[in-house]
């Protein structure tokens, strides 16, 4: 990804979500020559390229941009709906891939599954962004709670008591 540009999900975790393939299949201009199969799971993974011709490695730039622009457009869509740019977790990470392989396909490679994907995952953003929903990763302090732990927190006067606490409460 380019310097300086901050997304939710890097290039493996929308490799994970689709295949090299298929993200070769939307990543490369449909007026450039298409370049072995798998060289994009290798640029990816930060293999070897050193086999490659000038011509196969500025395709394979070409395709690497569409893939950080349609992160980073993600990312920003993210933001928009109050997701804070430093949170980071696998959920996050999972939608804004999700959000991407939607910006790759554009709209006469999209099927009807993708685009529910897509919209199920704006509606999990609006969800957030109207607060019935917290997609943010928990806290340290909320992290402690184990298993089946309940904790409650509240004022130490409540209803205008003035009484003392019982012990053990």
């Known amino acids: 990804?380019?310097?300086?540009?901050?997304?939710?999900?890097?290039?493996?975790?929308?490799?994970?979500?689709?295949?090299?393939?298929?993200?070769?299949q939307l990543a490369v201009p449909t007026d450039a020559q298409m370049f072995a199969e798998g060289t994009l799971r290798t640029a990816i993974e930060g293999g070897d390229l050193s086999g490659l011709a000038a011509v196969e490695l500025a395709v394979l730039n070409l395709a690497l941009a569409a893939i950080d622009g349609a992160l980073g457009d993600a990312s920003e869509l993210?933001?928009?709906y109050s997701v804070p740019a430093t949170?980071?977790?696998?959920?996050?990470?999972?939608?804004?891939?999700?959000?991407?392989?939607y910006y790759l396909q554009n709209a006469e490679r999209m099927t009807a599954d993708e685009s529910k994907a897509y919209e199920g995952a704006v509606a999990t953003l609006r969800a957030h962004?109207?607060?019935?929903?917290?997609l943010l990763p928990l806290t340290p302090a909320e992290e402690l709670l184990v298993d089946d732990q309940v904790q409650?927190?509240?004022?130490?006067?409540?209803?205008?008591?003035?009484?003392?606490?019982?012990?053990?409460?």
Do not use: Q
């Not at 890097?10 to 994970?16: E, F, I, K, S």
């Not at 949170?87 to 392989?101: F, G, H, M, Q, W």
């Open 78 to 80: 993210m933001v928009s």
């Open 129 to 134: 962004n109207k607060g019935e929903i917290n």
């Open 152 to 169: 409650f927190v509240s004022e130490a006067r409540r209803y205008g008591s003035s009484a003392a606490p019982v012990d053990g409460w």
């Open 1 to 24: 990804m380019g310097v300086g540009v901050m997304t939710f999900a890097t290039r493996a975790d929308l490799l994970a979500r689709s295949s090299a393939h298929r993200l070769e």
């Open 87 to 101: 949170a980071a977790s696998p959920l996050i990470a999972r939608l804004c891939s999700t959000i991407a392989l």
